[in-house]
C-alpha cells in the first residue's frame, strides 16, 4: 500500500504526462501551471498546500519540480523543469 507521498507523486506524474506536451512542448516553455478546473477528477488524494517534490522524466531528460499553491481559494498546480539542477 502506497504512503498518501507515493500515491500523490504517482498521480502528479500522471497529470504531468497529460499535459506536458501540449503545455511545453508545443508552447516551447519550461513550466506550466494547471488549476483545479484543469485537474478535475484526476487526484484522489487529499491535496495539502505547499506538496512538493520532483522526479526525472526519461522523454525529457530532465528533473520536474512540482508545487501546490493555494491561489484566489483554489489550489493550482505548477510544473518545472529543472535544468542543472535547479529550476528554471
Known amino acids: 500500500m502506497r504512503?498518501?507521498?507515493q500515491e500523490l507523486e504517482f498521480q502528479v506524474?500522471?497529470?504531468f504526462n497529460e499535459f506536458?506536451?501540449?503545455k511545453m512542448i508545443n508552447e516551447v516553455t519550461t513550466s506550466f501551471i494547471l488549476d483545479e478546473d484543469d485537474l478535475s477528477g484526476m487526484l484522489n488524494v487529499e491535496i495539502k498546500e505547499n506538496d512538493k517534490g520532483n522526479?526525472?522524466?526519461d522523454e525529457l531528460e530532465d528533473n520536474i519540480f512540482y508545487k501546490f499553491i493555494r491561489r484566489k481559494e483554489k489550489n493550482i498546480l505548477m510544473f518545472l523543469k529543472s535544468e542543472n539542477g535547479g529550476c528554471s
Do not use: G, P, V
Open 20 to 22: 506536458y506536451k501540449e
Open 13 to 15: 506524474r500522471d497529470i
Open 55 to 57: 522526479f526525472f522524466h
Open 3 to 5: 504512503t498518501r507521498e
